[in-house]
């Protein structure tokens, strides 16, 4: 599946900073999509395609999915042509899905996005 889609590196993927301990130490790991637009029940790791279209899911479902108290990391994810291949389409037009593990070496930390909300006590 993977070979047929067109493939542009790096990727987006959206998280909370309080992830990013575990994500420098083992990478991401595949997932039930609990925070997908769809709803969808596939292990693994939900990509998106640039940074804009993360952006615009920020601001639109993603956001509602998120918690309001906890800052939001934005992370580059560069896989080379063998992980590509582990790679497909999720239900959404907008968001890949990785069937495997990224490796820590290929996750950068773009940028940390403030809590809406102070956390709660």
């Known amino acids: 599946m993977g070979a047929t889609l067109p493939v542009t590196t790096p990727f987006i993927h959206v998280t909370i900073s309080d992830n990013l301990d575990s994500i420098r130490e083992i990478g991401l790991t595949a997932r039930r999509g609990e925070r997908t637009s769809a709803g969808n029940d596939e292990e693994g790791v939900y990509l998106f395609p640039d940074l804009q279209t ?34 497909g389409r999720s239900d959404a037009d907008y968001e890949l899905i990785y069937r495997g ?13 403030p809590a809406l909300e102070p956390p709660s006590p």
């Open 101 to 113: 593990t990224i490796p820590p070496g290929a996750i950068r930390v773009l940028r940390v996005e």
């Open 54 to 87: 993360a952006e615009d899911a920020i601001v639109n479902w993603l956001g509602d999915a998120l918690p309001d108290d906890q800052d939001i990391a934005l992370l580059e994810v560069d896989l080379d042509e063998a992980m590509c291949a582990h790679l």
